[in-house]
């Protein structure tokens, strides 16, 4: 495949701690004209869902995959500038980890995607206390709210985040993702009217531009 190259050579460089090779790789991605998009889905995502594997399997230490969080939020910190958009929407997405949940990686992309299509983006990161969020959605009034879940332990806390927020806020779109829902995702979309999962970023970009189309009254008219 055309990316597996430069998978291989970044998920080296995540696992040997060398911040420098994994730059370089994106930046020569991002200088090739490769999109966003391809570089979070074919080298990024899929390089960290190789490191939580080996984690999984105790072939690599907590700290080893600490370091590869890291050098991958520096990255994406440096791309920052590709990715603000021009463009600017009325929009609002309020994006966030469930409580519990310490990873924010997959979140931030999410985020980042909402962010080249011109939304205003409210990044609120890892751990975020569901009493909080749903304080902070009642504030800015979001047209989304976009839920990541690594580690399926923390289901639960999706769960119960998803029926506060369904409560107060009926028609409210919700968007769920993260490896944490690889294989019950569908559960809860049919548990819940309007949540959507995505399995990776272009469809959520898919699912953007139709909502930008038609708004949250009208969400029904975007297939699931």
Do not use: C
Request: charged share 25%; aromatic share 10%; no cysteine.
């Amino acid at each position: 495949m055309e990316f597996d190259n430069d998978h291989k050579t970044f998920l080296k460089a995540l696992l040997e701690g060398d911040r420098v090779l994994a730059s370089d790789i994106i930046s020569n991605l991002t200088d090739n004209n490769h999109t966003i998009n391809d570089i979070y889905e074919h080298i990024i995502r899929r390089a960290l869902y190789d490191v939580g594997v080996l984690w999984e399997e105790g072939k690599i230490s907590v700290a080893t995959e600490h370091l590869s969080s890291a050098i991958v939020e520096s990255i994406l910190n440096e791309l920052y500038s590709k990715i603000i958009s021009r463009y600017r929407t009325d929009k609002i997405v309020v994006a966030a980890s469930v409580e519990k949940e310490v990873h924010q990686i997959g979140i931030k992309m999410v985020s980042d995607v909402f962010e080249m299509n011109g939304w205003n983006v409210h990044f609120l990161g890892a751990d975020t206390p569901s009493n909080d969020l749903v304080k902070f959605i009642d504030t800015v009034n979001p047209g989304i709210v976009a839920l990541s879940v690594s580690i399926y332990f923390h289901y639960p806390e999706l769960l119960k985040i998803i029926e506060i927020i369904r409560q107060r806020h009926p028609l409210l779109t919700i968007i769920i993702g993260g490896q944490g829902l690889r294989h019950s995702s569908g559960e809860i979309t049919k548990q819940f009217d309007r949540v959507y999962y995505f399995p990776d970023l272009y469809k959520l970009e898919e699912f953007i531009k139709k909502f930008d189309k038609y708004g949250q009254k009208d969400i029904d008219k975007i297939s699931r």
